[in-house]
């Protein structure tokens, strides 16, 4: 039952990745993105990789998704529409895409060895609470003070984009 669970979190991260790379829509790209970030997570926690599974959440959904909406909505241009029309692709665009496609699936065959491969009977289970614990008292005690740097420098930078991109009122 395990390896059904798995395998659909496989399979929708895989369809939602695509979409993202697809889609013309720059909403519908994040909120593809969004579904990939969530099924990579649920396939950590399956794995029993507690500590990684909570790390990409906080790391790619709780920022970098949310950083992407703000940057959306602070945007000028309207993005939203699904009608914006691409230019047309040259020779070299296509051969470039030719060939990131034949270098992913590369990557893809060489991790799907290297995963079948693997017997994932043989991993041992450490105490995974523990560990979390462990790392969450550490980054609420002794890393506190970069963690609040790094979120002042992060509200600067929206508040700076917001102020570059803001529509200049004209006089005419």
Do not use: C, W
Request: proline share 1%.
């Amino acid at each position: 039952m395990l390896n059904i669970v798995m395998y659909f979190f496989m399979a929708f991260g895989v369809i939602a990745a695509l979409y993202a790379v697809n889609t013309s829509s720059v909403v519908k790209a994040v909120f593809a993105m969004f579904a990939t970030f969530f099924s990579v997570s649920a396939m950590l926690i399956l794995a029993q990789a507690e500590f990684l599974a909570i790390a990409h959440l906080m790391i790619y959904i709780g920022g970098i998704i949310v950083v992407m909406i703000f940057a959306m909505m602070l945007s000028s241009k309207n993005i939203i529409d699904d009608t914006v029309e691409v230019e047309k692709e040259t020779s070299a665009f296509r051969f470039t895409k030719l060939i990131s496609g034949i270098a992913s699936l590369a990557i893809f065959v060489l991790l799907a060895k290297v995963i079948l491969s693997q017997n994932p009977t043989k991993i041992a289970r450490t105490d995974s609470v523990n560990s979390i614990q462990q790392f969450g008292t550490q980054l609420l005690s002794n890393y506190a003070f970069p963690l609040e740097i790094i979120s002042l420098l992060l509200l600067v930078a929206l508040m700076a984009a917001s102020i570059i991109t803001r529509k200049e009122k004209s006089n005419v």
